[in-house]
C-alpha cells in the first residue's frame, strides 16, 4: 500500500494504491463537486436500483475498450457514468410515454 499526492492537477489529489487487491482511490480534497456528485448519485440509485449494474457495465466496457483515461486525455469516468444516466432517463422516458399512448388509446393492442 502507498500513498501519493498529485501535484499536476488543478486540485491537490490524493491516491491510495492498493496493488495487492488490484485497485486504487483517487480522494479529491477541498472540492464540492465530488459531494454533490456523490449525493447526485445516491439519489438516483435509491430511485433506480438497476443504474448500479448499468453503470458498472459502463466501466467495464471503458476498460475492455480501452478509452483513454483522464490522465491520458481522455474523459474522466464520471463523464462516461453521466451519459449512460441521461440515455438511461430518456429511454425511460420514451417508454412511460409510449405506455401512457398505449393506455389512452384503446385502439392500440398491448
Same mark, same amino acid.
Given at each position: 500500500?502507498? #500513498?501519493? #499526492?498529485? %501535484?499536476?492537477?488543478?486540485?491537490?489529489v490524493l491516491t491510495v494504491a492498493l496493488p495487492e487487491a488490484g485497485f486504487s482511490i483517487d480522494v479529491c480534497v477541498n472540492q464540492l463537486s465530488s459531494v454533490k456528485d456523490t449525493l447526485f448519485?445516491?439519489? /438516483?440509485?435509491? @430511485?433506480?436500483?438497476? /443504474?448500479?449494474?448499468?453503470?458498472?457495465? #459502463?466501466?467495464?466496457?471503458?476498460? #475492455?475498450?480501452?478509452?483513454?483515461? *483522464?490522465? @491520458?486525455?481522455?474523459?474522466?469516468? /464520471?463523464?462516461?457514468?453521466?451519459?449512460?444516466?441521461? *440515455?438511461?432517463?430518456?429511454?425511460?422516458?420514451?417508454?412511460?410515454?409510449?405506455?401512457?399512448?398505449? *393506455? @389512452?388509446?384503446?385502439?392500440?393492442? %398491448?
Open positions: 500500500t502507498f #500513498v501519493l #499526492v498529485g %501535484g499536476f492537477a488543478r486540485v491537490p448519485f445516491r439519489s /438516483l440509485f435509491c @430511485e433506480n436500483s438497476c /443504474l448500479t449494474a448499468l453503470l458498472r457495465l #459502463v466501466k467495464y466496457f471503458t476498460q #475492455v475498450r480501452r478509452f483513454p483515461k *483522464c490522465a @491520458e486525455g481522455g474523459y474522466p469516468s /464520471l463523464v462516461w457514468n453521466r451519459l449512460a444516466i441521461k *440515455c438511461f432517463r430518456e429511454l425511460l422516458a420514451i417508454d412511460h410515454q409510449a405506455e401512457r399512448v398505449r *393506455c @389512452e388509446d384503446p385502439g392500440i393492442a %398491448g
